[in-house]
């Protein structure tokens, strides 16, 4: 076997152009960025020539055709934290030759395709020149293989036409002494870039946001449940499964087209969302696709990347008949391509999905359907065959792609190798074709008529197995009596409900821990549950069998579920080197300037505060280039919080707020929960943690921000103010935005005594206020100023409701076992005295438990003005007793005799986390819309 390589020259290119990244380029430097040399991000295409051919015309045609295609001789760098592509005068291109002419006949497939794969595989440096390679395979002495594989940054499908029409015509004039007959080039690939960026300052971009803003927002992630667990990150090991439609089946479906009156796309579309609904049971079905993108006729003899992904929803609320199916497909096929210029990677800053390292956004199933893109051509004296190429890597979990040849169709299924079995992708691919038969021998028959076997259907996922293995091994465990597995409803997180076993001597707290190391000696980490809860009791029916349906999976913020998780940790693990507070300062302020924020706290979130990958690149940039910190997109994706970067990034503790926010002498510190655009403007108080299931709901119509003591110096000045300086702070903290509209103040017990005092001072700093949210808080003395024996009562009430509340919380799963100890203080003490981890305060406990004294300490001074304060807007949890209805918590003459009193369920923080949250978005909102003065 013989081979020639085709390594460029060491020299250093001139670089004569320089221009900005299309959306399509900057969307695969950022994954090339998450993953260096990614082969996903790989276009690799098999060609076979047949007939009279020679190595060296075909190599002097490929270096023809990138001398006249600019895009072919470009690079990417990074300038002031942006990618641009830079274009060189020359590559010294070189085509590599294999000659397999002497490999037996029945291992000479197999060897194409190994060479295929590893040709198809082999990673690209973005910032070299040399993104695009070809390798000849010599087979016979008149038949070869073509091996192309260019890098998507500079190439699409399109472009495999083009360049074929061109090698093609320019080899055979090189055999014959002719010129080739290739048309002019009026533009070049940058021109194209420069046009999209100008585009995108438009009125017509403003109305591609309106559409897709309206089509997208709050829809479902879609997503095939796969045979096996996601892993923490996304991977691209991919494979091809196919079939070959031959006979009739070409004709069958231009005329079903035709009969519909739609086009081919339109249709297949049809099809398999159909079958998609069918087999996950979901009416919403989600899909990407992608377009051409070349409009304008002087691109369509281009090389380059044009191709756009477009999103299509398709909503299967009722069983219509096919018939009615491919007219409602078609509709939203036709609605997407008239906005198909919206470039993908602008669309997800647009609808700002959750980002997922484990997953792509806003889409994870493809479809794709066309006309093979190389035509089958003779060229003088040889001719150059479409064939079909191997899978480099995939993007997505599911592809499904039909490409036309004049033999017939074929259907492929490009699937990710580490999430499904082959055999699931051979029974998906049989079920499409049945999908397909269907919709043309039975177009009137409605879409249920289509059957999955139920074995096969996807609805309920295949991990319910695993929930199962995770139960029998718990069971086996000496210190486990019985334990359950519960599965959320996608599937994706299991948690271990388990009984202690009467013989056990282990301390129930360290329990789960112990648990978690025993099935990790078992299990992958993928496969591990998120977490055990120790029970007394399982709940069980009648029949004396667990009741499953009373179980909940406790829902953890990351904040929480990090408390937690500190409670476990041995109490002398050695705590890391911290963090160099020039760092983390030099880095916040890096953040502060990308995201256009005045200040950043520990808790900020950098996508919630309006970040994006662009911003992301430029921010990493910045840390790479200012603070020599090795940061890149992943690290980001998996730690999105600025305190959570800076740990990753640093080592050591969460900087602290008084490190980021200089040398001002305010004890608050303001951050954002929720960021938008919105007239309407909420201060919650301390407990910063709390609020973002509010932000959360309230969405797009109020910007959320959390003015919080939790850095400050608790000691000197501060102890010895009174309520109204320290609510002057608070003010002050809020800066000049409090004149900006309608402001809202928000506290949770003495912060919500606190609120009422921001809100006064905000009304006479000329803010627009509209309400106080005042939270199970009592006016300052009004309690004290009950006779001793009411008081004994009041509390022992509380007492007892307490204990009901916390254990039917702990049977129903919603509470640890060692929470529920640390609520109350006897069994607090108890663990203390056992000198666990569990029965000592994380510094987030201790630090809210400072703050609030100091805050009880001030308000027992306060005595709120009789000034018939009409804003306050009282709330009550199930912690305190109905009768504060009636008392109005003894606010007396301060607020209005007519101050309503609004319930929500849970136990004070509790009720900021329960399913009223909605409820209180609501008031919240229409207290913003309406005017109350006073």
């Given at each position: 076997m013989k081979e020639t390589n085709n390594t460029a020259p060491a020299a250093e290119a001139t670089v004569i152009a320089e221009f900005p990244c299309s959306q399509t380029q900057l969307r695969c430097w950022i994954l090339d960025q998450l993953k260096p040399g990614n082969p996903a991000l790989n276009v690799a295409v098999r060609w076979e020539i047949r007939g009279a051919f020679r190595s060296s015309t075909l190599e002097?045609?490929?270096?023809?055709?990138?001398?006249?295609?600019?895009?072919?001789?470009?690079?990417?760098?990074?300038?002031?934290?942006?990618?641009?592509?830079?274009?060189?005068?020359?590559?010294?291109?070189?085509?590599?030759?294999?000659?397999?002419?002497?490999?037996?006949?029945?291992?000479?497939?197999?060897?194409?395709?190994?060479?295929?794969?590893?040709?198809?595989?082999?990673?690209?440096?973005?910032?070299?020149?040399?993104?695009?390679?070809?390798?000849?395979?010599?087979?016979?002495?008149?038949?070869?293989?073509?091996?192309?594989?260019?890098?998507?940054?500079?190439?699409?499908?399109?472009?495999?036409?083009?360049?074929?029409?061109?090698?093609?015509?320019?080899?055979?004039?090189?055999?014959?002494?002719?010129?080739?007959?290739?048309?002019?080039?009026?533009?070049?690939?940058?021109?194209?870039?420069?046009?999209?960026?100008?585009?995108?300052?438009?009125?017509?971009?403003?109305?591609?946001?309106?559409?897709?803003?309206?089509q997208l927002t709050g829809a479902p992630y879609f997503e095939v449940v796969p045979d096996t667990p996601r892993g923490p990150v996304k991977t691209s090991r991919g494979n091809i499964l196919s079939v070959n439609n031959t006979g009739d089946f070409s004709e069958r479906i231009d005329a079903a087209a035709r009969a519909h009156r739609v086009s081919l796309y339109s249709f297949g579309a049809a099809v398999v969302s159909a079958l998609l609904q069918r087999y996950t049971g979901k009416n919403t079905v989600m899909f990407g696709s992608q377009v051409a993108g070349r409009d304008e006729t002087d691109l369509e003899n281009l090389i380059g990347v044009f191709i756009n992904n477009v999103v299509l929803r398709f909503d299967m609320g009722r069983d219509i008949t096919f018939a009615e199916h491919v007219r409602s497909a078609s509709a939203t096929v036709t609605a997407a391509l008239n906005h198909h210029r919206m470039p993908f990677n602008k669309l997800v800053e647009l609808v700002n999905p959750v980002r997922d390292p484990s997953r792509n956004p806003l889409i994870s199933v493809n479809f794709n359907l066309q006309k093979a893109f190389l035509e089958d051509h003779q060229y003088g004296g040889f001719e150059l065959l479409s064939a079909p190429s191997q899978s480099p890597g995939?993007?997505?979990?599911?592809?499904?792609?039909?490409?036309?040849?004049?033999?017939?169709?074929?259907?492929?299924?490009?699937?990710?190798?580490?999430l499904f079995e082959k055999a699931t992708i051979e029974s998906l691919l049989r079920l499409w074709q049945e999908a397909y038969e269907m919709a043309l021998e039975q177009p009137t028959a409605p879409l249920s008529a289509l059957t999955i076997p139920p074995r096969e259907i996807k609805t309920q996922p295949v991990e319910t197995g695993r929930a199962t293995a995770i139960e029998q091994m718990l069971a086996a465990h000496p210190s486990v009596g019985s334990a359950v597995v519960l599965l959320e409803?996608?599937?994706?997180?299991?948690?271990?409900?388990?009984?202690?076993?009467?013989?056990?001597?282990?301390?129930?707290?360290?329990?789960?821990?112990?648990?978690?190391?025993?099935?990790?000696?078992?299990?992958?980490?993928?496969?591990?549950?998120?977490?055990?809860?120790?029970?007394?009791?399982?709940?069980?029916?009648?029949?004396?069998?667990?009741?499953?349906?009373?179980l909940r999976i406790p829902v953890q913020p990351t904040a929480v579920a990090k408390v937690v998780a500190d409670r476990l940790?041995?109490?002398?693990?050695?705590?890391?080197?911290?963090?160099?507070?020039?760092?983390?300062?030099?880095?916040?302020?890096?953040?502060?300037?990308?995201?256009?924020?005045?200040?950043?706290?520990?808790?900020?979130?950098?996508?919630?505060?309006?970040?994006?990958?662009?911003?992301?690149?430029?921010?990493?940039?910045?840390?790479?280039s200012k603070l020599g910190a090795k940061a890149d997109l992943e690290l980001l994706f998996k730690e999105p919080t600025f305190g959570g970067f800076a740990k990753a990034l640093f080592g050591g503790?969460?900087?602290?707020?008084?490190?980021?926010?200089?040398?001002?002498?305010?004890?608050?510190?303001?951050?954002?929960?929720?960021?938008?655009?919105?007239?309407?403007?909420?201060?919650?108080?301390?407990?910063?943690?709390?609020?973002?299931?509010?932000?959360?709901?309230?969405?797009?119509?109020?910007s959320v921000y959390n003015a919080n003591m939790f850095h400050a110096d608790l000691t000197g000045d501060l102890a010895s103010m009174s309520l109204e300086e320290i609510a002057g702070h608070a003010v002050d903290s809020m800066g000049a935005d409090i004149l900006k509209g309608p402001v809202g103040v928000m506290g949770l017990c003495v912060n919500g005594v606190l609120a009422v005092e921001i809100a006064r001072q905000l009304r006479q700093r000329g803010a627009d206020l509209r309400f106080a949210a005042v939270i199970d808080a009592w006016a300052p003395g009004y309690v004290r100023s009950q006779s001793r024996l009411r008081r004994l009562r009041w509390n022992g009430e509380r007492r007892l409701k307490r204990i009901g509340y916390f254990t039917r919380k702990l049977f129903s799963g919603r509470l640890s076992f060692v929470d529920y100890l640390r609520e109350f203080s006897f069994t607090l003490a108890f663990l203390q005295r056992l000198g666990v981890r569990a029965g000592t305060y994380s510094r987030e406990e201790e630090?809210?438990?400072?703050?609030?004294?100091?805050?009880?300490?001030?308000?027992?001074?306060?005595?709120?003005?009789?000034?018939?304060?009409?804003?306050?807007?009282?709330?009550?949890?199930?912690?305190?007793?109905?009768?504060?209805?009636?008392?109005?918590?003894?606010?007396?003459?301060?607020?209005?005799?007519?101050?309503?009193?609004?319930?929500?369920?849970?136990?004070?923080?509790?009720?900021?986390?329960?399913?009223?949250?909605?409820?209180?978005?609501?008031?919240?909102?229409?207290?913003?819309?309406?005017?109350?003065?006073?």
């Open positions: 002097a045609a490929f270096r023809t055709v990138i001398q006249r295609h600019e895009i072919l001789r470009t690079r990417f760098v990074e300038v002031g934290g942006r990618p641009c592509q830079q274009v060189v005068d020359q590559v010294d291109f070189r085509m590599s030759v294999i000659d397999l002419r002497n490999v037996p006949a029945d291992q000479r497939d197999q060897r194409i395709l190994s060479i295929g794969e590893e040709t198809a595989r082999a990673p690209f440096d973005l910032s070299s020149p040399y993104l695009f390679r070809v390798s000849l395979l010599m087979v016979e002495n008149e038949r070869g293989f073509l091996l192309i594989t260019a890098h998507q940054s500079c190439f699409d499908g399109w472009s495999i036409r083009v360049l074929g029409r061109e090698v093609g015509e320019i080899a055979s004039a090189l055999d014959a002494g002719r010129q080739p007959a290739v048309p002019e080039l009026p533009l070049q690939y940058g021109d194209f870039s420069l046009w999209q960026q100008e585009y995108l300052g438009s009125y017509g971009f403003e109305t591609e946001k309106s559409f897709w803003r309206e995939v993007i997505y979990d599911l592809s499904f792609i039909m490409i036309g040849r004049p033999s017939g169709w074929r259907m492929s299924i490009e699937y990710n190798a580490d409803e996608d599937g994706k997180r299991a948690h271990a409900f388990v009984t202690p076993a009467p013989t056990t001597t282990e301390p129930l707290d360290r329990l789960p821990e112990h648990l978690m190391d025993y099935l990790g000696r078992q299990l992958s980490q993928s496969a591990m549950p998120g977490g055990i809860s120790v029970l007394l009791n399982l709940p069980r029916d009648a029949s004396g069998t667990v009741d499953r349906t009373a940790e041995p109490a002398n693990t050695p705590a890391p080197a911290p963090a160099q507070p020039d760092q983390t300062r030099a880095l916040a302020a890096i953040w502060a300037e990308v995201l256009g924020v005045p200040t950043i706290a520990p808790h900020d979130n950098f996508f919630a505060l309006g970040g994006h990958s662009l911003l992301a690149l430029r921010m990493l940039s910045g840390a790479r503790t969460e900087p602290r707020g008084t490190e980021l926010e200089g040398p001002s002498a305010s004890p608050w510190s303001v951050s954002a929960c929720g960021r938008t655009d919105a007239p309407y403007t909420l201060y919650t108080l301390n407990h910063p943690f709390l609020y973002y299931k509010l932000a959360t709901d309230l969405g797009d119509t109020v630090v809210n438990a400072d703050v609030t004294d100091l805050l009880v300490n001030a308000a027992r001074r306060y005595r709120p003005p009789a000034t018939n304060e009409k804003s306050v807007l009282l709330f009550r949890s199930e912690a305190t007793h109905r009768r504060a209805r009636k008392l109005l918590f003894g606010w007396g003459g301060a607020i209005a005799a007519d101050t309503e009193v609004f319930d929500l369920e849970g136990w004070h923080e509790d009720s900021l986390n329960s399913n009223s949250i909605q409820a209180l978005a609501t008031i919240v909102i229409n207290r913003f819309r309406s005017h109350h003065e006073g």
